[in-house]
């Protein structure tokens, strides 16, 4: 079968629309607590609820909004490079916190 531009043209705009409305349904889960990744790196949703007692490298000030591995998707969450998939809090914290460059 010979494919002729207009035959491209459509099947690319089909897919072009296709990942678009693709990337607008997938929605990412928030990180919880609770799940075994985040406790065992004692992620919190809210920074000023770290047990300090047991993450000494926690320092007030250290949030998920200001770490390097922390991307903005609005101004309450994010992705984190150690979460992949899922979304952490703007006021949250780990143990693997790296202040951001800059």
Known sequence: ??????QFMAVSAVSVAS???AKVAYAQPMLGEGEPQAV???YKEDATAVDKAKFAKYQ???RCD????YTP???KAGACSVFPGKLVTAA???NLWVKKAG
């Open 1 to 6: 079968m010979k494919s002729t531009r207009r």
């Open 19 to 21: 990942l678009v409305t």
């Open 40 to 42: 065992a790196l004692g």
């Open 60 to 62: 007030d000030g250290q």
């Open 66 to 69: 200001n770490c390097q591995l």
């Open 73 to 75: 998707k609005d101004a």
């Open 92 to 94: 949250g914290w780990c």
